[in-house]
């Protein structure tokens, strides 16, 4: 018998820790390949952690609420020997990514020490994301300073305090009775629990009394995680930059006509629809690169020129909240390219498996209002961009048309498109001339293309 050991895989760039929130295998319990053993949570995504072997789950070397750096080994599956060839292979794996297969011994199952076993990951497993959500900018609590060195409050305790409402000033007055006075789940838990049956001082009272009494026929629910997060993002963002909207109108006649003539035979050979957002991505991919100084983000006085065209695109999830993938180096794909990747991302977020890195590094974003019959809206920036396009829904309607013989209407197929950008950083003539590029790519669409 030989035994493997799982350790924390890699969850982005930025993403050195996590919060392991729930075990879902127990010790001694059978486990295959492809099983979820561990939920984790980040200030990113919560995760599922899965086995990549079949085998007996013999040992957990992490306990609920623990904060567990990336790589650290965390729980040891039991396999069948398949010979030197496999053992051969769990080297290279160990080197590679910071896991292994050992070997028991004669004398009984070797026992890994934790501490000894931390490895840094290159290159994680992949883990199916739920409950993810736009990346906030600075979400985190910050750091204080405790007995014997840092205070750090783990994504878990974070994302406990948000949902009661308890302030930095009261957490940081929280004993904690983990290592260097970490505060665990257990004692956040037992705080707010203690703070439920104590009386609430009388001007408490009366603000409840007074602004936040809720009816008998009311419904009142909590915030799930991900719109937690959803709101601190967008409050952030309000908070961050002065937003200001622009709207044209655009005649997307050709590309309808354009899209109706190909929809059905592509479909027929990729199996997913041909809609209208990766021709609206490619065509602002063109508009960033005729206007490329609508393309920055802002730290604090600097203003970062972004080099690649990162486009995100809003997608709505089946639990009403939000998340934006992101298609990478936008303007070097051909159409065919992004609609294919449009797709995956779409039907991926949908069934909660995106990483967290296809959620990040965004320059300028997309969204469709339009899909519910949504003529224009004015979007809130995805932090740190400078600017967010929306697209109305496609009407006919009667149009002035100019021609050289002379002015007629006709009925076209009609679109508002809208930029909301940062005023810190955009003005409106920039907003304007991005505007107007993005019309020209989309009415002098290539009609004659194929995918």
Known sequence: MATYDIVLPRLGEAVIEATLTRWLKKEGEKVNEEDPIAEI?????????????????????????DVVPVGQIIAVIEIESQGSAVFSEASELERIDGRGIKEEKESGTSSPDVESSKKTIEEGEVCEVHDSGPVPLASEMPHEPGEGGTRIYSPLVRSIAARENIPFQEIGSIPGSGKNDRLTKQDILNYIEKRRSSPAPPAVQSQVTQGLAVAATDMVTEMDRM????????????????????????????VVRWREKHKDGFFKREGVKLTYTPIIIEAIARAVRDVPAINVSVDGIKVILHKRINI???????????????????????????????????????????????????????????????????????????????????????????????????????????????????DGAMAGEFLNKLVGHLERFDTNQTL
Do not use: C, Y
């Open 227 to 254: 719109r937690q997060m959803i709101a601190m993002h967008m409050v952030k963002s309000v908070q961050t930059s002065p937003h200001v909207t622009s709207f044209i109108e655009v005649d997307m006649t050709s």
């Open 312 to 426: 995100g695109m809003a997608v709505a999830l089946p639990n009403s909240n939000l998340i934006v993938p992101v298609i990478w180096d936008a303007d070097q794909k051909s159409l065919l390219g992004i609609t294919k990747q449009v797709n995956d991302l779409a039907d991926r977020a949908r069934l909660s498996k995106l990483v967290p890195d296809e959620v990040a590094g965004g320059t300028i974003s997309l969204t469709n209002l339009g899909s519910f019959g949504t003529l224009m809206g004015t979007p809130i920036i995805n932090q740190p961009q400078a600017a967010i396009v929306a697209t109305g829904s496609v009407k006919k309607r009667p149009v002035v048309i100019e021609t050289a013989e002379g002015d007629t209407i006709g009925i076209r197929h009609m679109m508002i498109l809208s930029v909301t950008f940062d005023h810190r950083v955009v």
């Open 41 to 65: 949570a980040t200030d990113k995504v919560d995760t599922e952690v899965t086995s990549p072997v079949t085998g007996i789950f013999t040992k957990r070397l992490a306990q609920e609420g």
